[in-house]
């Protein structure tokens, strides 16, 4: 099903990012206000870090408890081309006019932390990579769903190729475009998870994360990184743009 | 409890029910206002839930509330379930469910003739609307896990349609367990004794 409210077009005349800031301000102020389940709870409603605190603990045991469910085998399911959604919804912090443009011949793709061969990579070189596709579902965080085809190089071997450290805990990405998040070493080897070039069977358009985008069906939208600059491996938590601010980090599907 | 010789109290709700039934109250009002916050970030029908009665302020904080809660409410309810099954509670309280004396109590209820002389025991509407509540929770569970992980779940949510089926029977079990619960409250504010004795335990025991 698409969704009803196009992501963006309904708040279309305002930065979403500004919007996201003022309703994180408002976040416990208006969640606490909610008497009946301060007073069935007892909690201390006034002290709102605590709450908050406990929260974030809770976040941190789910995303255990999602590593320990995620079965590294299990494959997302496939679609026939004739499922895929049309038009494949654009999403972002920003609106779709706001999505960088980056020059394909400057461009390189940097490499760091716990990598062996930390060459840049262009992108000729990466098309040049063994090339796979998938027509999988795209889930976002806020409930919506939709089907596409993205092609690229299974990101498995890219890591293999790059000697990059399969032991470390994370992997995480910065982008273009201010964005940046990280993922679980066991999401990074699925055999899934491609950084993709194309989407349709076409180049990326810009609104769809030129020049690539690491296509993960294993775990919601916005753990799938658009224009992508740099990619480093680490065992500290690197965080991510929206995780910073309490979305779970695992955010497996 | 109560010195009076001649209104002995008599257990009717046992510390276990009691104890989980509160949590269990807790832990739907959380996971239904916070669950109510998540749905307007992309309804599935033509309308939103108005924002004052949802809770966590934005989507992120919504869904920290609904996936912490989620924990306190699968947990309490299996203990509530194995409680219920072990002990005998079910089988004693909710069993057997006629659809004729359900109906009959239910027209009862509606003309305000439905007797609530022994309330050791449920009537026959009770028991309908107790054991669809626990089937609509139970759905609630199973459906909100499809949703929470329809990959590593395909086959549960394969049940329901896929991960947007299972939207669907997620809020539409939620419809049906909210609807339950405030006439469910009603009920208890019509006959106010009972709720006195889901707090301790104990009515005064009836006359005959
Ligand atoms: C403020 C809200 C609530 C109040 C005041 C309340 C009150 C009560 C009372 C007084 C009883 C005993 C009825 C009797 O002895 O005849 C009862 C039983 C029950 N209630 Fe509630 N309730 C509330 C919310 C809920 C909610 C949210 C649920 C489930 C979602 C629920 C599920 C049940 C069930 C399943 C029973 C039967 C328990 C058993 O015998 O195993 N209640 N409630």
Redesign the pocket.
């Known amino acids: 099903m698409k969704p009803r409210i196009a992501p963006g077009q309904a708040l279309a005349a305002i930065p979403k990012r500004k919007i996201e800031s003022i309703e994180r301000r408002l976040f416990l102020r208006r969640g606490l206000s909610l008497g009946a389940l301060a007073m069935l709870t007892g909690c201390n409603v006034t002290d709102q870090e605590s709450v908050e605190k406990a929260l974030m603990a809770m976040s941190r045991w789910n995303d255990r408890v999602q590593g320990w469910l995620f079965d590294p085998t299990r494959l997302a399911p496939e679609y026939a081309e004739s499922a895929i959604t049309v038009p494949f919804p654009f999403n972002a912090y920003y609106g779709e006019d706001e999505a960088p443009e980056i020059d394909a011949d400057d461009y390189r793709l940097e490499l760091g932390g716990l990598i062996r061969d930390r060459k840049p990579w262009s992108l000729p070189e990466l098309y040049a990579l063994p090339q796979v596709s998938q027509v999988t579902r795209h889930i976002c965080v806020e409930g919506w769903s939709a089907i596409g085809k993205w092609s690229g190089t299974p990101f498995r071997s890219f890591l293999e190729r790059v000697g990059a450290d399969t032991t470390a805990k994370f992997v995480g990405f910065k982008c273009d475009d201010d964005y940046y998040s990280s993922i679980d070493m066991p999401t990074a080897l699925h055999p899934q998870t491609i950084l993709a070039f194309r989407y349709a069977d076409q180049i990326l358009p810009a609104k769809y994360g030129f020049p690539m985008k690491l296509r993960v069906p294993t775990k919601l939208g916005f753990k799938n990184p658009k224009h992508i600059r740099a990619i480093f491996v680490t065992n500290e938590y690197p965080g991510g743009y929206w995780e910073d601010q309490g979305y779970n980090w695992f955010s497996g599907s | 409890m109560n010195t009076e010789q001649h209104s002995p109290w008599v257990r ?2 046992p510390l276990a ?1 009691r104890l989980t ?1 509160w949590i ?2 807790v832990a ?2 959380i996971m239904v206002t916070s669950g109510w916050r998540i749905y307007n970030a992309s309804p599935i029908f033509p309308f939103r839930i108005p924002g004052d009665i949802t809770l966590g302020g934005w989507l992120g904080g919504a869904l920290q509330w609904h996936f912490a809660a989620m924990w306190l409410l699968a947990v309490n309810g299996l203990v ?1 379930l194995a409680y ?1 099954i072990v002990s005998g ?2 089988r004693r ?2 069993w057997p469910i006629s659809p004729a004396a359900v109906i009959a109590d239910v027209l009862a209820a509606l003309r305000g003739k439905l007797s ?1 002389e022994d ?1 050791s025991i ?1 009537n026959a509407a ?1 028991r309908a609307a ?1 054991a669809t ?2 089937l ?2 139970v759905v609630l569970v199973l459906s909100g896990l499809a949703i929470w992980k329809p990959v590593q779940l395909q086959g549960l949510a394969a049940l329901m349609g896929g991960y947007e089926g299972a939207r669907i029977v997620h809020f539409v079990a939620m419809a049906l ?1 909210v609807f ?2 405030i006439v ?2 009603a ?3 019509l ?1 106010p004794r ?6 301790t335990g104990n ?1 005064r025991r009836v006359r005959t």
């Open positions: 009717v709700h029910v039934h269990n109250v739907m009002l509530y219920g509670h079910f309280k909710f609530h309330l449920y009770q107790y509540l626990i609509a929770i367990a339950i619960v469910h409250v009920m208890v504010a006959v009972t709720l006195h004795s889901m707090i009515v």
